[in-house]
């Protein structure tokens, strides 16, 4: 069975899809099979990789809302063990009526049975806690919080744990969490107060690895892959390496996987 995880946090702009495919393709370079799945209507994720959503005739929404397998969409992504379950336009309206359905929140959890032999699935959620959101968390086994060290983001942050409580109790009683902070500025003096701030507010549930900023981390949408691809050598790919082996050492001690 895969080991899923949620990209998530209700505020945009903290690096969410950064994250999926940074930490994606580090953890690929580790002999691990990966799948990158696009949940955001916005299709940030699909768009770094590449590919034009709108020349997409089928995306994760027909998985949702049609029905269909999710093995009739998944593309390679060029880079090996790799692959991604694209959005589209349509997402939208998967994000509105998605509601309706009976047991919405365990669709996502079903349809992704089928691919269970990958052994990592990534989840790139929209920057609101909707119905999409919420079938990745009641599918997810961990959930990552990339927070900025800015307050708006860390105010952001009472709300996601309400939302982990709520998915906890509802149908997804595992689900564990941990923070990432990302875009630090290490000689910023508001930022190294907030990192000890979060640090002392949630000891272990935040992540040793930071990710700093690096403007080779606004770069890769233009190359079309990760920055561990175009550029191996940076600050950002040394610490989204960084992140997988405290991914993965996590993944061990919680689960006993990739031992």
Same mark, same amino acid.
């Given at each position: 069975?895969?080991?899923?995880?949620?990209?998530?946090?209700?505020?945009? !702009? &903290?690096?969410?899809?950064?994250?999926?495919?940074?930490? !994606?393709?580090?953890?690929?370079?580790?002999?691990?099979?990966?799948?990158?799945?696009?949940?955001?209507?916005?299709? @940030?994720?699909?768009?770094?990789?590449?590919?034009?959503?709108?020349?997409?005739?089928?995306?994760?929404?027909?998985?949702?809302?049609?029905?269909?397998?999710?093995?009739?969409?998944?593309?390679?992504?060029?880079?090996?063990?790799?692959?991604?379950?694209?959005? @589209?336009?349509?997402?939208?309206?998967?994000?509105?009526?998605?509601?309706?359905?009976?047991?919405?929140?365990?669709?996502?959890?079903?349809?992704?049975?089928?691919?269970?032999?990958?052994?990592?699935?990534?989840?790139?959620?929209?920057?609101?806690?909707?119905?999409?959101? $919420?079938?990745?968390?009641?599918?997810? $086994?961990?959930?990552?919080?990339?927070? $900025?060290?800015?307050?708006?983001?860390?105010?952001?942050?009472?709300?996601?744990?309400?939302?982990?409580?709520?998915?906890?109790?509802?149908? @997804?009683?595992?689900?564990?969490?941990?923070?990432?902070?990302?875009?630090?500025?290490?000689?910023?003096?508001?930022?190294?107060?907030?990192?000890?701030?979060?640090?002392?507010?949630? !000891?272990?549930? &935040?992540?040793?690895?930071?990710?700093?900023?690096?403007?080779?981390?606004?770069?890769?949408?233009?190359?079309?892959?990760?920055?561990?691809?175009?550029?191996?050598?940076?600050?950002?790919?040394? $610490?989204?390496?960084?992140?997988?082996?405290?991914?993965?050492?996590?993944?061990?001690?919680?689960? !006993?996987?990739?031992?």
């Amino acid at each position: 069975m895969s080991y899923i995880i949620a990209i998530a946090n209700e505020k945009g !702009g &903290v690096g969410k899809t950064t994250t999926v495919l940074s930490l !994606g393709a580090a953890l690929v370079e580790r002999e691990l099979r990966v799948l990158l799945v696009d949940l955001d209507p916005q299709a @940030n994720l699909t768009l770094s990789l590449g590919i034009k959503p709108y020349h997409l005739q089928r995306s994760l929404a027909d998985i949702l809302m049609g029905g269909q397998r999710i093995s009739s969409i998944i593309l390679r992504t060029g880079i090996k063990d790799l692959d991604l379950a694209p959005a @589209n336009e349509e997402m939208r309206l998967t994000e509105q009526f998605l509601r309706i359905r009976e047991n919405f929140d365990l669709l996502l959890k079903e349809a992704l049975e089928e691919v269970s032999f990958y052994d990592l699935i990534m989840l790139d959620c929209p920057p609101a806690v909707g119905s999409l959101t $919420q079938s990745a968390l009641a599918a997810a $086994q961990l959930l990552i919080l990339p927070t $900025q060290c800015e307050f708006f983001s860390t105010h952001a942050l009472r709300s996601s744990l309400n939302i982990i409580r709520t998915i906890r109790e509802r149908n @997804n009683p595992a689900l564990r969490y941990r923070l990432l902070l990302t875009m630090v500025e290490p000689e910023n003096q508001i930022h190294r107060s907030l990192n000890q701030q979060i640090r002392k507010a949630f !000891g272990e549930a &935040v992540f040793k690895t930071i990710i700093e900023l690096d403007n080779h981390l606004r770069e890769y949408p233009l190359h079309a892959q990760p920055i561990t691809s175009f550029a191996p050598a940076s600050l950002g790919a040394h $610490q989204y390496h960084e992140l997988a082996e405290e991914v993965m050492q996590f993944v061990r001690e919680t689960s !006993g996987r990739f031992t």
